[in-house]
């Protein structure tokens, strides 16, 4: 079978790696072997070798985010096996690319550290994607090339399980749990690494040996349980190349889901009080995340004002009969008491991460697959930048008044043309309940004690890719915004800055290499807390060479 009608038919089955390969009727081995030929590869290997004369190779050496690319990528790896994985990884050290290589995964990182000018080896993992039940070791396991919607199809289907991850359906596993990923049912379930108890990480030592290792938190070895621990929160491109993940225990489903979405027009809230009013949405939004229960999660979307509304999207998982159960009489009672139910039916589409739809209805009741599927939306290819913080209270009368500020301000680029900010937003995401519930130091992700995780996101398109005088425009909105919102505490999410202990740092999945101007060390630490030295315990131990590298990268010392 030609490589192109191979990936034609390939593409138009939803399985896994193992699934494509069955498309051709002959045994698993054999299939690979003429996949592998048909691509250019090596005889007897478990790996693609792509070079800038495969068809292919522009598509691997950009980002989902428009603005990464990899203009001076030699070759792309791509394993079809973990033991390819490694493979790749040894041929990366042996062809002298062992500090110019990045491992891609599903290509979402929000900044260059894999997409960039100094990258010369990819080594793209996007196939090893099976997910599924290793019976030999009692554990559920992900491949890191799967997606979250692979993830949530293939353990809802074959076992009626789940996985508190992520809504965008193309992110990418290896990144996404490493950095302690979450989602709609982390205030019932928790973080997906509060469930990891094992890793399938290929690693460079001494000497630049490859090894593949399996590591779990029952590990005799302390220095195994250290880099399983590394990598319940880390980030990714730090320790390893990450090829499975496996969980002794995953949560059951649910059975249903309401979905609800409140909405408010920017015109009534300018009329009703301009900020005061929208301090009455936010009031709202917190009291529903403090007393409206773990089944709740809540997402507050404060788009820009030329956007036209500001939203809130509700997700309330229950079993047992549709209609069954409902909040909507709580959620109403709570509108009326902060004195914002003036709500209207919402228009247009739902902009953003982690929750992005091209529509939204006020009220559903759905069975909760259903409502996975609705909100599973990743949004364009398109460019964007973005910022994080975690707060453990509220927001200060100064803050919403920032918020304000920035919501409703036009800008002009130097032509004296308006910039367009209707992709631009503050989003709120409802934290806590079994978040919570863990210790700072159980898993690497230091953030335990927040009730919000706050994400600021512009974005914008170009005819091209790369940076651009539009997308100038829009960075200088988000930092201006930002440093504002922080500017008591130097501009930054800074805890040691912070008398009333609110604010709690930032979050490792949403990097911004912005707070690199205030020092790394600062950086890693708005990141990891008190977690970091421990990290680089496990950096010196697992990557002596510090050949998983990138701008915010766990350092050595």
């Known amino acids: 079978m030609e490589r192109r009608n191979f990936l034609k038919a390939g593409a138009a089955t939803a399985g896994t790696m193992a699934g494509l390969l069955a498309l051709t009727g ?211 491109g730090n320790f390893g190349l990450i090829t499975r993940y496996e969980f002794a225990d995953l949560p059951t489903a649910p059975q249903n889901a309401e979905l609800i979405v409140l909405a408010w027009n920017w015109s009534d809230i300018i009329a009703g009080g301009g900020a005061s009013y929208l301090g009455g949405i936010i009031s709202y939004f917190q009291d529903l995340t403090q007393t409206g229960g773990n089944s709740i999660f809540g997402l507050l979307k404060l788009n820009h004002s030329s956007a036209g509304q500001v939203k809130i999207i509700i997700q309330a998982n229950y079993d047992g009969p549709i209609g069954s159960a409902t909040v909507m009489p709580q959620i109403n009672s709570m509108l009326a008491k902060h004195g914002v139910a003036n709500v209207v039916q919402p228009r247009g589409a739902i902009i953003g991460h982690p929750v992005s739809a091209p529509s939204s209805a006020a009220y559903v009741d759905y069975r909760w697959w259903e409502v996975v599927q609705d909100l599973n939306g990743s949004g364009d290819n398109q460019k964007g930048k973005y910022k994080s913080a975690y ?112 604010v709690d740092g930032c979050y490792v999945n949403y990097p911004d290499v912005d707070l690199n101007a205030h020092g790394k060390a600062t950086a890693l630490r708005l990141y990891y807390g008190g977690n970091l030295p421990r990290l680089i315990q496990a950096k010196q131990v697992w990557d002596p060479n510090n050949r998983f590298h990138h701008s915010q990268s766990i350092p050595l010392a």
């Open 391 to 502: 707060m453990r209270a509220g927001f200060p009368t100064s803050q919403v008044q920032t918020i304000y500020k920035y919501l409703t301000q036009s800008r002009t680029d130097g032509s004296g043309n308006p910039v367009d900010l209707s992709s631009s937003l503050l989003q709120v995401d409802t934290y806590a309940g079994q978040i919570n519930a863990v210790a700072p130091t159980a898993t690497a992700v230091w953030q335990r004690s927040s009730i919000f995780k706050l994400q600021y996101q512009t974005y914008w398109q170009d005819q091209t890719e790369g940076p651009s005088a539009n997308g100038d425009n829009h960075i200088a909105w988000i930092r201006d915004f930002y440093g504002e919102m922080y500017g008591a505490y130097g501009g930054i999410p800074d805890p040691a800055k912070d008398p009333t202990n609110n």
């Open 26 to 236: 002959k045994a698993e081995a054999q299939a690979k072997a003429d996949l592998v030929t048909a691509a250019g590869g090596s005889a007897g290997t478990d790996l693609l070798i792509l070079d800038p004369s495969s068809t292919q190779f522009r598509g691997l050496t950009q980002g989902f985010n428009r603005r990464w690319v990899a203009p001076n990528a030699a070759v792309v790896f791509v394993p079809l096996t973990e033991a390819g994985a490694a493979e790749a990884l040894a041929n990366v050290v042996s062809g002298g690319w062992a500090q110019n290589f990045r491992v891609r995964g599903g290509g979402h990182c929000y900044e260059d550290f894999v997409f960039n000018a100094d990258t010369r080896a990819i080594i793209d993992v996007s196939l090893l994607n099976q997910i599924g039940y290793d019976q030999k070791r009692g554990t559920y396991f992900a491949q890191a090339g799967g997606t979250n919607w692979d993830l949530y199809r293939h353990l809802y289907w074959q076992f009626g399980k789940t996985l508190p991850a992520g809504s965008c359906y193309s992110v990418g596993l290896g990144g996404h749990i490493c950095g302690g990923g979450y989602g709609l049912m982390s205030r019932a379930f928790g973080l997906t690494v509060d469930w990891l108890t094992g890793v399938e990480v290929a690693t460079i030592g001494k000497g630049d040996s490859v090894q593949l290792r399996h590591v779990t938190n029952q590990s005799s070895d302390p220095n195994d349980r250290l880099l399983h621990w590394a990598h319940t929160g880390g980030g990714g």
